[in-house]
């Protein structure tokens, strides 16, 4: 059989823990550094989310019809998605110049080489919690605001933690065996 009429094996676990680095995946990553990952220790990434926050809360302030309480969760939902998708979602390099060491990493496991509770890491936990508290105040604790905001930041923050560090779901990428 080659492998063009082969079946692929789809895991039947929904949860799947992505492998360790190999000894040649870490001799890889530790050639070259690794400048996706790097720039948040940088001071003016650490200023680039409250200024996305504010320009989103002002995006959406200009457009008529628009409450604030809407504004507010429309502000979380559109941070949250895009922090999702940047810091989670999207593995590896979008740069060709670590010839694909960082392929199985997301930018969440590849900032500060995974090390947990750093000073960035923490920042950037914190940014989604404190984004949803504000919105939550002003969207004067309705209880549909309030559950909308609290689910858009749980999807982001348990991500973040360092029990689902290396943990994959297959309903959103392929398990090991199918890449």
């Known amino acids: 059989m080659t492998t063009e009429t082969k079946r692929r094996r789809r ?5 799947f823990v992505e492998p360790p680095e190999t000894l040649e995946h870490k001799s890889d990553q530790a050639a070259l550094p690794n400048l996706n990952a790097e720039w948040v220790n940088a001071k003016g990434a650490w200023l680039i989310h409250p200024f996305l926050i504010v320009a989103l809360k002002l995006f959406f302030d200009i457009w008529p ?4 309480e809407l504004s507010w969760t429309l502000t979380n939902i559109t941070y949250m998605t895009g922090s999702y998708i940047m810091f989670h979602w999207v593995r590896g390099i979008p740069f060709d ?4 060491a960082f392929d199985n990493l997301n930018m969440w496991e590849q900032i500060d080489n995974g090390d947990q509770y750093t ?3 923490k920042y950037l936990l914190s940014v989604p919690i404190i984004l949803f508290l504000i919105s939550t105040h002003y969207t004067h604790y309705g209880i549909y605001y309030f ?3 609290l689910l858009a930041t749980v ?7 360092p029990a ?3 943990v994959r779901l297959s309903v959103f990428t392929d398990p090991p065996e199918n890449r």
Do not use: Y
């Open 119 to 121: 000073p960035a890491k």
């Open 164 to 166: 689902t560090h290396r």
């Open 97 to 100: 110049f670590n010839a694909g």
């Open 11 to 15: 895991s039947s676990s929904l949860v």
């Open 147 to 149: 559950l909308i905001n």
């Open 155 to 161: 999807a982001v923050v348990i991500p973040k933690l």
């Open 65 to 68: 019809g628009i409450t604030q």
